[in-house]
């Protein structure tokens, strides 16, 4: 039987050209409910999460993230926060985000982490209190161009995975 799981993970693709498409309310609640429902260490939910939609604000946000200046042309971002007394916030905030880029490519929206902590600006200019620190940025779009999925350059298996101790070939 095939898991749809795996075929997800298997054929997601970082995604950081996007066509001029909105992306339903619908599609947006089911990323966002991912973060939501998402793993948390001691159930402690530190996160934070901003749904921006409107386009001038995206391309503020854009702007903002040096590493993500294609955020102004995504249907949407969420910008992802965490509590910085919590000893979780960046592992759990992490969860949330692969869950949302995963359900993301099922739904067919493609997107890309932007950004990694330190991002007083748009912590700032989105009105997230000083409590939190912004890990990243993830912007949501149509993918412009086809992009073929499950071509990954990955090491072989073998080499990165061992079995019941480092060195010992997992089969």
């Known amino acids: 039987m095939a898991n749809p799981v795996i075929e997800v993970v298997r054929t997601v693709l970082a995604v950081r050209e996007f ?3 909105a992306i339903p309310d619908e599609v947006l ?3 966002v409910e991912a973060a939501h429902l998402s793993a948390s260490s001691v159930n402690l939910q530190p996160w934070h999460f901003v749904v921006v939609t409107k ?4 391309r503020e946000l854009g702007g ?4 993500g200046r294609y955020i102004a042309d995504a249907g949407a971002a969420v910008i992802v926060a965490y509590e910085k007394k919590s000893p979780y916030g960046v592992s759990d905030c992490s969860r949330a985000i692969q869950s949302m880029v995963l359900v993301a490519w099922a739904e067919g929206v493609g997107s890309n982490w932007t950004g990694f902590g330190g991002m007083e600006s748009v912590r700032r200019k989105f009105g997230v209190p000083d409590s ?5 940025v993830i912007p949501f779009g149509y993918p412009k161009r086809a992009l073929g999925k499950g ?3 990955r090491n ?3 080499e990165v ?3 019941e101790e480092f060195g010992t070939p997992f089969v």
């Open 29 to 31: 609640r089911r990323i």
């Open 161 to 163: 995975v061992s079995a």
């Open 132 to 136: 939190f620190d912004v890990l990243a």
């Open 19 to 21: 066509e001029d498409k």
């Open 156 to 158: 072989p298996l073998g």
């Open 55 to 58: 386009r001038e604000s995206l």
């Open 151 to 153: 071509k990954k350059k």
């Open 64 to 67: 903002l993230v040096g590493t």
